[in-house]
């Protein structure tokens, strides 16, 4: 099993021929989790899709695998591709149950559980007021069963809305995507204009490696050998017994990857206990427009870095660049200057990170014929 992550845009509110607006899966051992849903997001991944069939035999990203869209936040060029790529699947007859999460504000929840119409201070860029607006534009035919759910992050508060009706009711707690045993979606408070949430998948811990060189040295026969692999001690010939756990390493950690959306830097809630293995970041700015990053609540390259070291992550990814950024290797320059501890890699449209279960991380970097691994080098 791992988290194998393919970024689908990286560019901030305006896309460049070179970079779609936001837009990333992460496929782990229950399925993938699609965060964010930019302008022409179903074209790109039906894209990914057909060259991971070329250049990556044996591996899919099949759309009735993906069990949750979950969006960051409301602002357009994350969630605009959403609705005609959720038309598409239903007119590709899609059966599977399919969650719609993110965060709203407590003033939008209230009302709605309340049966009341949404104050007029809530945002166009509210999901709610923007659902409500989808469900008007045919979300509400959709056929195959669909969860849409909004949250109060901060409170931990989750309701479920009917799109026939825009009724709500109020949950016990936020659902995970159907069928989700070795891996758990979890929302991680951010700061931004609009309510705002990270998305992380946590692929639970696993049995530790199979010692298979002290199985030889014990020399175990192939039948006495699985049985040890499958948990079960078994007796040698003198009868002493043979204990399977003598052929198990610990219990290897939880790996995850946090993707943050749009956030200003270092947001309140990421403490080291979160410590996700992978953190993908925004970076709109440079140094140099610092003010400007904190007069709209996004993130320079450099602040990127006090969020990783915040949260506890051991890699970081830069994504999110404004367009004024022609070469994202300014950003990662200006990361590592800054990084401690924390290894940093520059994202570009079509790569892929793959955590292994042992916490390892492979940067595969889109070269038109195929991925190209490109070496991550430890920071100081
Ligand atoms: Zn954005």
């Given at each position: 099993?791992?988290l194998?992550?393919?970024v689908?845009?990286?560019?901030s509110?305006?896309?460049?021929?070179?970079?779609a607006?936001?837009?990333s899966?992460?496929?782990?051992?229950?399925?993938i989790?699609?965060v964010?849903?930019?302008?022409?997001?179903?074209?790109?991944?039906?894209?990914?899709?057909?060259?991971?069939?070329?250049?990556?035999?044996g591996?899919t990203?099949k759309?009735s695998a993906?069990?949750?869209?979950?969006?960051t936040?409301?602002?357009l060029?994350h969630?605009w591709?959403?609705?005609?790529?959720?038309?598409?699947?239903?007119?590709?007859?899609?059966?599977?149950?399919?969650?719609v999460?993110g965060?709203?504000?407590?003033?939008?929840?209230?009302a709605?559980?309340?049966?009341?119409?949404?104050?007029?201070?809530?945002?166009?860029?509210?999901?709610?007021?923007?659902?409500?607006?989808?469900?008007e534009?045919?979300g509400?035919?959709?056929?195959?069963p669909?969860?849409?759910?909004?949250?109060?992050v901060?409170?931990?508060?989750w309701?479920e809305?009917?799109?026939?009706?825009g009724?709500?009711?109020?949950l016990?707690?936020?659902?995970?995507?159907?069928?989700?045993n070795?891996?758990t979606?979890?929302?991680?408070?951010?700061?931004?204009s609009?309510?705002?949430?990270?998305?992380?998948v946590?692929?639970?811990?696993?049995a530790?490696?199979f010692?298979?060189?002290?199985?030889e040295?014990?020399?175990?026969?192939?039948?006495?050998?699985?049985?040890?692999?499958?948990?079960e001690?078994i007796?040698?010939?003198?009868?002493e017994?043979i204990?399977?756990?003598?052929?198990?390493?610990?219990?290897?950690?939880?790996?995850?990857?946090?993707?943050?959306?749009?956030?200003?830097?270092?947001?309140?809630?990421?403490?080291?206990?979160?410590?996700p293995?992978l953190?993908?970041?925004e970076a709109?700015?440079?140094?140099?427009?610092?003010?400007?990053?904190?007069?709209h609540?996004?993130?320079?390259?450099?602040?990127?870095?006090?969020?990783?070291?915040?949260?506890?992550?051991?890699?970081?990814?830069?994504?999110?660049?404004?367009n004024r950024?022609?070469?994202?290797?300014m950003s990662?320059?200006?990361?590592?200057?800054?990084?401690?501890g924390?290894?940093?890699?520059?994202?570009?449209?079509?790569?892929?990170?793959?955590?292994d279960?042992?916490?390892?991380?492979?940067?595969?970097?889109?070269?038109?014929e195929?991925?190209?691994?490109?070496s991550?080098?430890?920071n100081?």
């Amino acid at each position: 099993m791992t988290l194998d992550v393919h970024v689908l845009g990286t560019a901030s509110a305006r896309p460049t021929p070179e970079r779609a607006v936001s837009g990333s899966l992460v496929k782990g051992p229950d399925g993938i989790a699609v965060v964010d849903c930019g302008e022409g997001f179903q074209t790109r991944y039906a894209l990914q899709r057909r060259r991971l069939k070329r250049h990556s035999v044996g591996e899919t990203l099949k759309p009735s695998a993906v069990d949750v869209l979950a969006f960051t936040h409301g602002h357009l060029d994350h969630t605009w591709g959403a609705l005609p790529w959720l038309q598409s699947m239903d007119l590709e007859n899609r059966q599977q149950p399919l969650l719609v999460i993110g965060p709203t504000s407590a003033e939008a929840m209230d009302a709605l559980l309340n049966d009341e119409p949404l104050p007029e201070g809530i945002p166009p860029a509210d999901l709610t007021r923007q659902w409500m607006a989808w469900y008007e534009l045919g979300g509400d035919m959709i056929q195959f069963p669909i969860r849409w759910v909004l949250g109060d992050v901060n409170a931990d508060r989750w309701m479920e809305i009917n799109p026939d009706t825009g009724a709500a009711a109020l949950l016990d707690g936020m659902p995970q995507p159907s069928g989700w045993n070795n891996s758990t979606l979890r929302p991680v408070p951010t700061e931004h204009s609009v309510p705002s949430c990270g998305w992380m998948v946590q692929q639970h811990a696993m049995a530790g490696k199979f010692d298979r060189a002290r199985a030889e040295e014990m020399q175990l026969t192939t039948k006495q050998r699985a049985m040890v692999a499958r948990g079960e001690n078994i007796t040698d010939v003198n009868g002493e017994t043979i204990a399977a756990s003598w052929f198990r390493g610990g219990e290897r950690a939880a790996v995850s990857v946090l993707i943050s959306g749009d956030t200003a830097a270092t947001p309140e809630a990421w403490e080291a206990s979160i410590a996700p293995t992978l953190l993908i970041h925004e970076a709109t700015y440079l140094q140099q427009q610092q003010e400007k990053a904190e007069e709209h609540m996004h993130s320079t390259a450099t602040g990127a870095v006090t969020s990783a070291h915040a949260v506890g992550a051991t890699y970081l990814a830069l994504t999110h660049y404004s367009n004024r950024i022609k070469d994202a290797s300014m950003s990662v320059g200006e990361a590592k200057a800054a990084a401690e501890g924390v290894a940093v890699v520059a994202l570009n449209d079509n790569d892929r990170l793959v955590v292994d279960d042992d916490g390892g991380l492979t940067h595969l970097v889109w070269e038109r014929e195929g991925w190209a691994p490109k070496s991550i080098p430890p920071n100081r």
